[in-house]
């Protein structure tokens, strides 16, 4: 069965270390994102991609970067950790974009010390 | 760019009794309305969806409904059962959706 994955699940890291989040898909969707969920504040995007070679800052993307080098990868990289960023990290994918149904990966819970 | 606002936070409801989530949304271009599901540990999962074009869809037990005149939205649970306890967002867009802040669900048997 086609599926989305993350690693690590855990993930504790200190404050100016670059961290990536590796997020892949079989489903062989066109469309990736990257969002962070924190308490009170939901679901909030940090960047996403349309295809290969292409990527667009979501409404938090500062501190965070991603490549798309293949349909089935989009890795999200913490330049330097900072406290701010602890946060759980959710990858998804869609076939058509961000108005179909996204398929959210299990999660990656990221602590900053 | 959009705004969604969910209420309430968290909503108590009784084993059988119904559950009502509303939303509201900034933009008036915004057409595709998705209601997702998480629970604990887990990513969100789809449960229902509204397009612009339609005021209403159901689904079994749940039922979305859409006022576009007041840019709302509302997620209708009847009969609740235990396993309808999570965490429920909303969304909202045009171009990209934008979430709401979610509401914990529990349903006490």
């Known amino acids: 069965d086609a599926e989305i994955t993350q690693s690590p699940r855990h993930k504790i890291t200190e404050t100016g270390r670059q961290v990536t989040l590796a997020c892949h898909q079989t489903?062989?969707?066109?469309?990736m994102f990257w969002y962070r969920q924190d308490l009170g504040h939901g679901l909030r995007l940090i960047h996403y991609s349309y295809g290969v070679q292409d990527t667009n800052k979501g409404e938090v993307s500062d501190g965070y970067s991603v490549s798309r080098s293949n349909t089935e990868d989009l890795p999200l990289t913490l330049e330097s950790a900072a406290s701010s960023q602890t946060s759980v990290y959710f990858c998804a994918s869609s076939l058509t974009g961000t108005r179909d149904e996204q398929f959210f990966g299990p999660g990656t819970r990221l602590t900053v010390l | 760019g959009e705004n969604v606002e969910q209420h309430p936070s968290t909503l108590s409801v009784q084993e059988g009794d119904s559950a009502v989530i509303k939303c509201t949304y900034s933009d008036s271009a915004s057409n595709y309305f998705p209601w997702y599901k998480q629970e604990l540990g887990k990513g969100p999962q789809l449960i229902i969806d509204?397009?612009?074009?339609?005021g209403e869809k159901k689904d079994q037990r749940i039922a979305v409904t859409l006022n576009k005149t007041a840019k709302h939205f509302s997620l209708h649970i009847t009969e609740t059962q235990p396993e309808d306890s999570a965490v429920y967002f909303c969304a909202g867009g045009y171009q990209k959706v934008t979430f709401g802040t979610g509401t914990k669900l529990q349903v006490i048997p």
């Open positions: 509204i397009r612009s074009n339609v």
């Open positions: 489903w062989n969707h066109n469309n």
